[in-house]
């Protein structure tokens, strides 16, 4: 069960479920729309069953985590389903609980995995209702992972969780995220061999996404260079704004969503991700495979992954003139661009590969299934 939009989760999820279909595993997904990045995936092994959106004048708006429920009822009956791996606490797991309860007695009982990705915490602290329920359904799953020692630790404080909850982070396939894709089109956006900055997210506020605008502003002052910005979500129009009064729009591409950011980061130099935090930060891995050098903040979950002067560099949340100066620093010397952005990559072979995540996956599956 995922998120099918553009955003780290659905990509985690739909990942995840693409490797254990290779590796002989029957695999399906529910979700409101097939998740982006499996329409190119053909396999005997992945289904996908659409949950449709109901709306009905006198009932409330949204009805998702029903919905979701009474899907997974059928999907389980009928393909009789061992684990049913929810991401996110609300709606998912706690769906996924829902539909294991209302299962007839006959049907065989699934295990419920949970995976959190962050934004359950970030949801309970604008809507506090939610406490309850997300508690509950972390409580209640039988294994429950999140992608980082971070968003481990903040899950333990904010919900006061006593139960085991393993890290496993997140993954890049490096044979997708490379350099020198034929796809990669630099002469589009940087004709004069401009140096190319990156920024790929869902444009929420939590992106920081002006700040990003503000280094590139400072960058440009120093050398010729572009930026490109990939992704869109309530902060775009505010970022437009500051990059007219800048005036920089000859000089930043706003691409809006875009289904294979792997062209583009193939050919890019810098990635910018200032977010206030992440609790992974799946797109700066994805750059980093790229060979990108990441400069980032050192916001949640970032400092698991960004090992400073080595794989990118990190500064404090906020702190663009650092930020800018790092990048100047790095634009400046292409060497040793070359040589963190390869240094990257091997890091990212090294530690988040999928031959290495997908197995403990696989592990905790067979743990709660008693195998
Ligand atoms: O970053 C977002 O706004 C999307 C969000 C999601 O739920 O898809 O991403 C979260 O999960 C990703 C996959 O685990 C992580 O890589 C992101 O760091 C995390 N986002 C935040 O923590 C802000």
Redesign the pocket.
Known sequence: MC?PTY????V?ATELGRFLAERGNEVHFISAASPFRLQSVTSPNIFFHEVQSISYPVLPGEMHGITIASKTVQVAQDYDLDIVHAHYAIPHAISAWLAREVSPRQCKRFKVVTTL???DITLVGRAPSFFPIAQFAIENSDAVTT?SDWLRRETVKEFGIKRDIEVIP?FVDEAIFKRGLPGCKKHYYAPNNEKILMHIS?F?P?KRVQDVIQVFARVQKEMPAKLILIGDGPERDGAAQLVRELHLMQHVYFLGKQDHTENFLSCSDVMLFP?E??????AALEAMASENVVVTSNG?GIPELIKQGKNGFMANVGDVDEMARLTIEILRDDERRKEIGRFAREDAHERFHPEKIIPQYEALYDRVLGR
Do not use: K
């Not at 935090?277 to 799946?282: D, N, P």
């Open positions: 998120s955003g780290g989760s659905g985690v990705h962050g934004t992608v997140n869902n929420r939590v977010s935090y992440e609790s992974f930060g799946l949640g």
